[in-house]
Each structure stands twice: as C-alpha cells, then as structure tokens.
C-alpha cells in the first residue's frame, strides 16, 4: 500500500480518537483546574480508574504525555484494515478486560488456531498439534517435570507478599536461567523454557527474577494460560481492535482527558496535591500515577517517593518488543492445513500467528521480544521486513515472498513508554521492593498493570488496577 494512501485511512479512522482527547486542551487551555482527582496516563490502568471515579460522582482530570490513548495498546492500519499494534489480545479467564469490551460494545473473535503448527529447532521443521512444541521423548519428559515444578512453585507463593514466602528469598535472588541450568538437565528442555520467557516476559531468562517470573506465573493462573492459544492468553482478539475501546473509554470521558500534556512536577502537601504541566496546573484532593514505574524517574515529585518506590522504578525497566504484521492477499497456509502458528528457536522471530481478516485477507502477527528486539531495534523497518518474509518463506516457501503490506512497531522507541509488555525486576529486587508497587503515598495512588495481583503485564491486570485504585480512593476520608 502506498504512503499516502495509508495516511489517508489513518486521518479517517482516527479523526474520532484526535477529537476525543483533544477537547480539554482546547477548552482549559494553560488555566489552572480544581478536581476531586488528577490522573496521570490514559492508558487502559488510567482510563479505567477515571471512567469508575466519574461513574462514581467524583470529578476528574485526565492527563496523557502522548498524543493519543491506549498506552501498550495502539492503533495501526495494514492493508486497509485497523488492527493492533500493541496489545491485542484477550483470555477467558481475563474478565475485567472482557466485561469492558461488552460494556463499550467491542465483541471478541476466536484466535485462529484450525490446523498444524510449525516447530523449528536446530535446522529441522516439524509438524504439531497443542501449544508445546514437540521434542524426543526424553526432553519432553524433562521439560514437563521442569513445567510441573514451576507450577507447584508458583501456586505456593503467597500472593499478597510473594517474597514472604518460604524460599522467597532465594528465589529472588537468582535469575530464572540460573534456576534452569540448576534445575533442567537437558539443552532442548532449556532451550524451549528461555524461549517460553523470551516471548512472554519480553526480557532474557537472564535478566529476570525467578521469584517474579513465579509470581507472573501464579498471578495468571499458570503456564498454561501464558502461553495457550484455546482457553489461554491468546484465546480470541476484539473485532476492530482492542484500541477501540480505550477509544470509547476516553470519549465517555470528554473534555476531562487531554493528550499531549507532559507532567513536570508533582508537589503534595497537607491538603492537597498539585499537578504541574506545561501550559498549567491542576490541584486536586488525590492523584492517581497511571504510569509504568521506570516513567516516575521523570516527574519532579515533591516531597519525593519512599526509598523502596524509586529504589524500584529505577530497577523494574520495561522489556524489549517489536511487534509486526505482514500481509498476503489470502491466508494461503489454511489450504495446507496449517494453522499460521509458529514456534522458531533458530531465527530472530520466536513465535508467529494467524491475524487473517474475515474478509480473505491474510495476514500474520508476531515479535521481536528480548535481546532480538534489541538488534532488531537498530535496523530500519525494510531490514525487518526483509528478516520477517525470508522467516515466512522458510516457513511456507515462494509464496510467502510477496506480500502486500508490512508494517511493524519499535516498542522500545515509543515516545513515553520506551519498551513493553511489562516491567520485569532483575534478581534480588522484588523481595526488597514488591510492597512498593502498589502501596500508596500519602495522597498519591499508583495503578499500572505492573501493580496488579492478578494478570500483571497484561490489558487485564490494568483494567483490574484501574478498579483497585478507583476504590482506594472511593474509600478515602479526605
């Protein structure tokens, strides 16, 4: 698709969304505000908080540093068609997430998952059914006891204080790649787990506490629902895109939300807690800091946070994704009885799968996640595209050699945000700092997907943060 052809769908698809968070602006200008709560960040974790406060009487004020909504969650067009360039996808058991697609009429369709999957390791393509690639008998024993004690870990961990728990601590301080190479004997086993990690928590084995790793486990209902298809994380999308509902969420919300508006300082006092941006001020009675942690190393707050809270913001960075999609004009790989899900521990593109349109377009998703999305990072977006078509060709053959459209996301340099899906402490961290995350500041309340118990570093786990803290507040006496 030309240039000014998909400019031309972009300005006309989101002309609602630039309508819907531009009004504040233009209504408040640089004039001071007085409300019942400040909110910083409008994506899903501040749009949920501020759309419960409203529902609930108070009046709010909404801020966002970028120009748009959504957060981790972002629009983008390929071959004519909105689709989901950030997060996109949503599970059975995330119900908050589900609940807010019927409550602003976005309905979920089943992930295509009809068919083979592909496996590749060590230069050899295979077949296979399931969500665990399939390994000889004696690795796949050894990757099942490894899964199996992974479980029974995470499910004894205490979920309000997992590193309270017995061992916590020595869990904490290792990294999930020393605990393979302790725990998982064979290379193929070890292999498939760092690739499990690398997909879903974006980081190296190496570079993540085993305890937290546990606990993202534990707070997702196991290893099953992080990387299942059917009945997992990846069970069904929102038709039209999950975008459209922080759409709709921020134009139920009016003129008391604006876009770009970078906060520069956070004063607290006795009675109150002043908002400080270019261009004004808002003064309210609580704040709410919808934001990832690493982001409050850049807002002047006054009097500053607690020791543990910048001791963990500065130790929690966002991981590494650059996420994709390419089009074809028919999912050629249905007729071959192939499902469009890949699993690759050869190639830079780790896990790939079907985003077909109901309207014979085919089309694949998939990521750089980790270290790959590092070296990706530096290459520009027609190198990408060349790595991603010669993985599908591998894949599919000469059929796969020329596709429509191609589009992809550099997370990692994305204005504001600078990384995805999640934060994710390195070991020692989280047993010194977890409490942190989640325990308000005076009149400050922190959401975020990270501060969530139940299904951190996903859509759902800021929706259910934006309720935890809107309820927080609710609660408040002054």
């Known amino acids: 698709m030309d240039l000014d052809r998909r400019q031309a769908i972009s300005t006309g698809i989101f002309a609602t969304l630039a309508g819907s968070t531009a009004t504040y602006a233009a209504r408040n200008g640089g004039a001071s505000r007085k409300v019942d709560v400040a909110i910083v960040g409008a994506g899903f974790a501040g749009l949920t908080a501020a759309t419960t406060l409203t529902r609930a009487g108070q009046d709010v004020a909404v801020v966002e540093q970028l120009g748009r909504v959504g957060g981790r969650t972002k629009a983008a067009i390929l071959a004519g068609h909105p689709v989901d360039i950030g997060g996109q996808w949503v599970g059975p058991t995330q119900t908050a997430l589900l609940e807010l697609g019927r409550r602003y009429g976005v309905p979920t369709e089943l992930q295509y998952a009809s068919g083979n999957n592909l496996f590749v390791h060590a230069g050899n393509l295979r077949k296979f059914e399931g969500d665990v690639p399939p390994l000889a008998d004696a690795e796949m024993a050894q990757l099942a006891a490894a899964m199996e004690k992974i479980e029974t870990q995470a499910a004894s961990l205490n979920p309000y204080a997992p590193w309270a728990s017995v061992n916590g601590e020595q869990l904490d301080a290792v990294s999930s790649r020393q605990w393979f190479e302790a725990n998982v004997p064979s290379p193929a086993a070890r292999a498939t787990l760092e690739l499990f990690w690398r997909v879903v928590y974006s980081v190296e084995a190496s570079e993540i506490s085993h305890l937290y790793a546990l606990e993202y486990v534990r707070a997702s209902g196991g290893l099953a ?114 499902s469009g899900q890949i699993i690759d521990t050869d190639s830079p593109v780790k896990v790939i799968f079907d985003k077909s349109m109901d309207d014979g377009l085919g089309a694949l998703v998939g990521f750089f996640n980790g270290s790959d999305a590092g070296r990706a990072s530096i290459l520009s977006q027609s190198e990408r595209r060349n790595l991603v078509i010669e993985q599908a060709k591998k894949y599919f053959g000469p059929e796969a050699a020329n596709p429509i459209d191609y589009i992809d996301n550099d997370w990692l340099a994305e204005d504001g945000i600078g990384g995805g899906y999640t934060s994710i402490p390195g070991p020692g961290v989280f047993s010194r700092a977890g409490g942190a995350l989640r325990q308000p500041f005076g009149r400050i309340h922190f959401a975020g997907t990270e501060t969530s118990d139940v299904w951190p570093g996903y859509v759902e786990g800021a929706v259910r943060s934006g309720q935890r803290v809107a309820a927080e507040i609710v609660r408040s006496k002054r």
């Open 225 to 338: 629902q992080l990387t299942g298809t059917r009945g997992g994380a990846q069970d069904a999308t929102f038709k039209g895109g999950l975008h459209l509902i922080a759409r709709k969420m921020a134009a139920e919300l009016g003129d008391r939300l604006t876009s770009n508006v970078k906060v520069i300082r956070i004063i607290q006092s006795d009675n109150d807690i002043r908002v400080i941006h270019r261009g004004g001020e808002i003064t309210a009675r609580r704040l709410v800091l919808a934001i990832p942690p690493s982001a409050l190393a850049r807002i002047d707050i006054s009097p500053p946070l607690p020791a543990n809270a910048r001791y963990i913001a500065d130790r929690m960075p966002l991981g590494s994704v650059v996420k994709f999609l390419v089009a074809y004009k028919s999912p050629f790989w249905r007729e071959r009885g192939l």
